[in-house]
């Protein structure tokens, strides 16, 4: 593993446990070179996916990408950081069990959406304004009406 502070190719791993979900292995790493400490993680990944986008550019799916989006969205908000992971973790997991190699991204904004409504109604709309590219306060008013009507008709 190379050192993200000097590029040094020689780093030792001190110590290696796993996360709390049991999904990854958490390693401390040391640099020889420059002494400094960093942390890596280590996930199984099933499969190899591709994300086919509405232009129908072909990107490598981005696990860090996802949790970024999903991250952005909750900033700032009460939700408990395990329960992020958590929901990260299940939405890759439901893509990489889907059976398929290459998914839309529609399917990928869709999964986020439906995980962020049953996670924090703020989140989900600051997701959805990004997702379905609100250029006006008029989008925001017609949207967070439709989740008003729709949780009097439940």
């Not at 099933?46 to 490598?60: A, C, H, M, S």
């Not at 999964?111 to 703020?122: C, E, K, R, W």
């Amino acid at each position: 593993m190379r050192c993200p502070f000097c590029g040094n190719e020689d780093t030792q791993v001190k110590d290696s446990r796993p996360t709390e979900d049991n999904t990854a292995i958490r390693r401390r790493r040391f640099c020889t070179g420059c002494g400094a400490r960093f942390t890596t993680f280590e996930r199984v990944q099933l499969r190899e996916l591709t994300v086919v986008k509405k232009n129908g550019q072909r990107v490598p799916f981005d696990r860090d990408k996802l949790a970024r989006s999903i991250l952005i969205a909750t900033r700032k908000r009460p939700v408990d950081p395990e329960r992020i992971e958590r929901m990260i973790n299940g939405i890759v997991r439901r893509l990489e069990s889907a059976g398929e190699n290459e998914i839309s991204s529609e399917t990928v904004g869709e999964m986020v959406m439906d995980a962020l409504a049953s996670l924090d109604p703020v989140a989900y709309v600051r997701f959805a304004s990004v997702y379905r590219n609100f250029r006006e306060a008029k989008d925001f008013e017609d949207f967070v009406g439709r989740l008003s009507g729709g949780a009097e008709n439940d």
